[in-house]
């Protein structure tokens, strides 16, 4: 199967709470705290509407046409990222959603690829993921080299 990445657009942003929603409750259901309050959904909607218009917000899509995937590609959030931790050095990738249905096609291991490509070509050496991590844990860092993938 083909996936093709394109920005995502005004019109997709309550299009995308299904698939986050979806998440949601697959999240619930393997016991996970993560996106648990049902209340942040509208303020999430409000906060997604920005990036969708400034462009950093994608969508995968099948050979279809159909919404598969979501992937934001942004600067440093300094919520997530301490001076520390050099984090203007890095492509940042966030809200990496693959619905369900499109869990078998290992979407987020190509959406990973493309963003590793997308870096490099902004001459970024790092990827860096924003991971929840359960408040009991401290926080996650993952890094991935931004070379382009063969």
């Not at 997604?48 to 992937?71: F, H, M, N, Q, Y």
């Amino acid at each position: 199967m083909t996936f093709f990445t394109k920005p995502s657009s005004g019109d997709h942003a309550s299009i995308l709470m299904d698939p986050r929603r979806e998440a949601e409750d697959w999240l619930r259901a393997q016991g996970t705290g993560q996106w648990s309050d049902r209340e942040a959904v509208a303020r999430d909607l409000a906060k997604w509407r920005k990036p969708i218009g400034e462009g950093r917000t994608w969508v995968i899509l099948d050979e279809s046409g159909d919404i598969v995937a979501t992937v934001r590609l942004s600067f440093v959030d300094r919520a997530c990222w301490s001076t520390e931790d050099a984090a203007e050095t890095a492509l940042h990738l966030y809200k990496l959603i693959v619905r369900r249905s499109a869990a078998d096609h290992d979407i987020g291991s190509l959406a990973l690829d493309w963003a590793c490509r997308v870096g490099a070509v902004e001459g970024q050496h790092w990827i860096r993921i924003g991971c929840w991590v359960p408040p009991a844990r401290s926080s996650a860092t993952t890094r991935i080299s931004a070379s382009p993938m063969s």
